[in-house]
């Protein structure tokens, strides 16, 4: 049974850090492609990062880049996002997201297994 299991949100002033992690098991973990998406409150969805197999190829929604950075660690089966900068419009239950194939993808359809989100909220 696969599972992705996120930790690392909580409340966090404007300006602010923080680095959500992604736990992966029951999969052969560096043979997928995985992505962080989020939902805010009352929207959908959106993509956020991906990153293929090694890691060494990232993608990024234009709202993050050069605020968020997605990594891996394959011998640890283990996802990141380093948050920093944080703004109120970040405050969103954050996802981690598996998927074979092609790694360069921000539609939620194409992933093949989600975790269950950590809330981030961005607040003073």
């Known amino acids: 049974q696969v599972q992705l299991v996120e930790s690392g949100g909580g409340l966090v002033q404007p300006g602010g850090s923080l680095r959500l992690s992604c736990a992966g098991s029951?999969?052969?973990?560096?043979?997928?492609?995985m992505g962080w998406f989020r939902q805010g409150p009352g929207k959908e969805r959106e993509f956020v990062a991906s990153?293929?197999?090694?890691?060494?190829?990232?993608y990024y929604a234009d709202s993050v880049q050069g605020r968020f950075t997605i990594s891996r660690d394959n011998a640890k089966n283990a996802l990141y996002l380093q948050m920093n900068n944080l703004k109120p419009g970040d405050t969103a239950v954050y996802f981690c997201?598996?998927?074979?194939?092609?790694?360069?993808?921000?539609?939620?359809?194409?992933?093949?297994?989600w975790g269950q989100g950590t809330q981030v909220t961005v607040s003073s």
């Open positions: 990153i293929n197999w090694n890691g060494g190829l990232t």
């Open positions: 997201a598996a998927k074979s194939g092609y790694w360069r993808e921000r539609l939620t359809r194409r992933y093949d297994y």
């Open positions: 029951g999969l052969t973990f560096s043979s997928y492609a």
